[in-house]
Structures are given as C-alpha cells and as structure tokens.
C-alpha cells in the first residue's frame, strides 16, 4: 500500500513569497491533516479535512494560509505571504478511521525555510 | 487547547530501559499514541492505548491510566537506533494533538 505522499521535499523562499505544498492521502483514508512543526517541537494541528469539508481550522493563521482539498482526495496548503517564523516542516497525515493497528499515518513532510 | 506535557530530553545507555512519561488533559480523551520520529523523517506509529493498563509490543510497551491522565513509553534493551523523539499525541474526536516530544539519546 503506498503512503502519504508529499512534495515537494523542501523549498526555500524568501520571506513574502508565496508556496504550495502538496499531499496525496493514503487511497480511501477521508480524514486528511496538516501539521506544522518547527524544529525541537512537536507537531501542532493547523487544519484537518474529512472528504472535502473543514473540520477544524482554528489553528490556522487565515489571513496568510489557505488549504483546499477540492475532490476530496489530495490537498494543497499555500502560505501567502510567507514570513520568517514559517520556517517548519509541513507535516500531511491522513486516517481512515480509529483503527488502533492503523493509526495517523503520516507523509516525510515538505521542509521550508523562508530567508 | 490539549495540554500534553513530556520531559524535553532524556539520556540513558544501551542495552537499558527507560521509561518516558507523559501527561494529558483527560476532556473528550478517546485514546493515546506514541509516535517515534528520527531526526527529519516523519513520525511513525508505535503504539495507541484506549483502555488502561499495560501494552507490549516487543521492546516497546506502552501505558495508560486514563482516570490519572497519564501515559508511558517503556523501551528495554536500548539500542542505539532507538535514538530518536518520541512524541506523545492526545486522540480528541478525530484529532490528533500532541506534546512537543522528548528527545531520547542513547549512548554506548
């Protein structure tokens, strides 16, 4: 079974730039995640999707990212303006249900860094 | 918010055990994982703990007293590939939140 897949792998910006990042679930999984996480810390939610609806968003600075998952398969994250503080790997998990065998799957991440 | 708290770093030589504990806020708790992570790989699974007790998997078992909000991360017989972050996440609903992870160094 493939995994998540994740591209691209890293990117580097200059800060106001725009990015995009890209996830392909797992086949069949409905819940799709992403997750940023700055280096030495864990990974902090900042929106999750079930097919191709917002769950929660809550922790996503809106006025510069912006995620859509259209067909309710792979999703894109964009961050417009980028600044400096954005530098982190972006995480793109997905699950199929609560399956304790199965878990969060997650991708290798896209590492950015804003200079 | 979740507030999941676990030590930032531990240290501890091969071969040995060691125990990584983590501590949960237990509103809308439906179970706990401990993910592993090595250093610019993403997390993988470990273990997911509903009920309370004890779960062994091989070297890992993990533990889980939800009346406490508490859980533990035991790994025995270290070795040196089990150097790594070890992130403790909270299942809410269907979200995952997590601590910042405890940063286990072994050494020979």
């Known amino acids: 079974e493939a995994g998540v897949a994740q591209s691209p792998r890293y990117k580097i910006i200059e800060k106001r730039q725009s990015v995009a990042f890209w996830c392909n679930p797992i086949?069949?999984?409905?819940?799709l995640y992403w997750y940023q996480q700055i280096l030495g810390q864990g990974p902090k939610l900042l929106i999750q999707?079930?097919?191709?609806?917002?769950?929660?968003d809550s922790q996503l600075p809106k006025d510069r990212f912006s995620a859509e998952r259209l067909k309710g398969v792979d999703s894109t994250l964009k961050i417009q303006p980028a600044k400096l503080e954005d530098s982190a790997v972006y995480l793109c998990?997905?699950?199929?249900?609560?399956?304790?065998?199965?878990?969060?799957?997650f991708g290798s991440g896209t590492r950015l860094t804003v200079v | 918010g979740q507030n999941i708290d676990q030590p930032t770093e531990m240290t501890a030589t091969e071969g040995a055990i060691v125990q990584i504990n983590c501590t949960y806020q237990?509103?809308?708790?439906?179970?706990l994982f401990w993910y592993q992570q090595h250093a610019g790989e993403a997390p993988t699974f470990l273990s997911y703990?509903?009920?309370?007790g004890l779960e062994e998997k091989g070297r890992f078992s993990s533990f889980l007293s939800r009346s406490k909000g508490y859980s533990y991360l035991l790994l025995k017989e270290l070795q040196m590939k089990d150097s790594a972050s070890y992130l403790c996440?909270?299942?809410?609903?269907?979200?995952?939140?997590f601590g910042g992870g405890t940063r286990l160094m072994v050494k020979p």
């Open positions: 998990a997905s699950s199929w249900s609560r399956d304790p065998n199965y878990g969060y799957t």
């Open positions: 086949s069949g999984h409905a819940t």
């Open positions: 999707f079930q097919n191709n609806g917002v769950v929660d």
């Open positions: 237990t509103s809308g708790f439906n179970g």
């Open positions: 703990n509903v009920l309370d």
């Open positions: 996440a909270e299942e809410a609903g269907n979200m995952l939140t």
